[in-house]
């Protein structure tokens, strides 16, 4: 019987007793980022509008591990990706059991003017026997007021079956306020059916940054979800040091289960150039140095 996928799988999170071999995953950067926020290329696994809002270069490497029953530690996943001029291109290695991996490709592009931003992404999933199963990502961001955006994404169009999980078409909604310079604040609701044509539940989240500039710009995050039922389900909390060019180390846990431990680690590495000076959607709220330390 083919499992399918909490809504939760959406945004890569995975509210079970630990990692599932055999279980779809999905992209760590979706752990601790919001679809209203980022903007270089790890916006192509989150929403693909960001890769166009801000005229820039970037490239991103990442290496997840989880933490194991006996405290031991397994490499669990690693991303590459790279966006310039509102196209990028993404490659995911799940490494789902010691004898089961999958690969995900995926090619995304957006455009943006002013005030507004627009995205699509293509994926295709290679299963174990490399069959491979195609969806479809498409995403948004608006300009509210200067330091005022709103973000939405429709996820899994085409709703692939990846090893035993069948991603359910789900949409994502945001908002992202600014109210200092060091403080941005954030809040997400995703949508989605828990198995097929079974009915809609929400998930919620939250979070809040800190960013402080200087000669060596450090950050803070954290983020909570909040499950169907409203109780806690996860929590991730991480730092970041340098600018344009800066290291992220992020630890997640679930919830509810009376076990504090990170359950999960990850260590990324992002590089951004700028391309031109031209003002693009949110860049004022970006150069703040809120988004970019994230």
Request: positive net charge; hydrophobic residues 40%.
């Amino acid at each position: 019987m083919r499992r399918a996928l909490h809504p939760l799988g959406v945004l890569g999170v995975i509210l079970v007793a630990g990692p599932v071999a055999g279980q779809y995953r999905g992209a760590h950067s979706a752990d601790y980022l919001f679809g209203v926020e980022v903007r270089d290329a790890r916006g192509l696994w989150v929403n693909p509008a960001g890769i166009a809002v801000v005229p820039e270069a970037s490239i991103m490497g990442e290496v997840v591990l989880d933490r194991l029953i006996d405290d031991g530690l397994r490499l669990a996943q690693y991303t590459a990706g790279f966006s310039s001029g509102g196209i990028a291109f993404g490659f995911r290695h799940d490494r789902l059991s010691d004898t089961l991996s999958t690969n995900t490709f995926r090619l995304g592009g957006g455009r943006a003017t002013n005030r507004f931003a627009v995205g699509l992404a293509v994926t295709y999933h290679t299963n174990a026997d490399f069959d491979a199963r195609r969806e479809v990502d498409i995403g948004i961001r608006v300009s509210l007021a200067r330091r005022l955006e709103f973000g939405a994404a429709v996820h899994h169009i085409g709703q692939p079956v990846v090893i035993d999980s069948t991603l359910t078409t789900a949409l994502t909604a945001g908002v992202g306020w600014t109210p200092l310079t060091f403080l941005r604040l954030t809040g997400e609701v995703l949508t989605a059916d828990r198995t097929v044509g079974a009915g809609v539940v929400n998930t919620w989240r939250g979070g809040v940054q800190l960013s402080f500039g200087g000669k060596v710009p450090i950050g803070a995050f954290g983020t909570f979800t909040l499950d169907d039922d409203f109780e806690p389900a996860r929590a991730s909390v991480g730092f970041s040091v340098g600018g344009t060019r800066r290291g992220i180390l992020v630890a997640s846990e679930r919830l509810g289960d009376g076990n504090l431990r990170a359950e999960t680690l990850s260590l990324t590495g992002v590089a951004i150039n700028p391309l031109d000076r031209q003002q693009r959607l949110g860049q004022s709220t970006s150069r703040s140095g809120i988004t970019r330390q994230r």
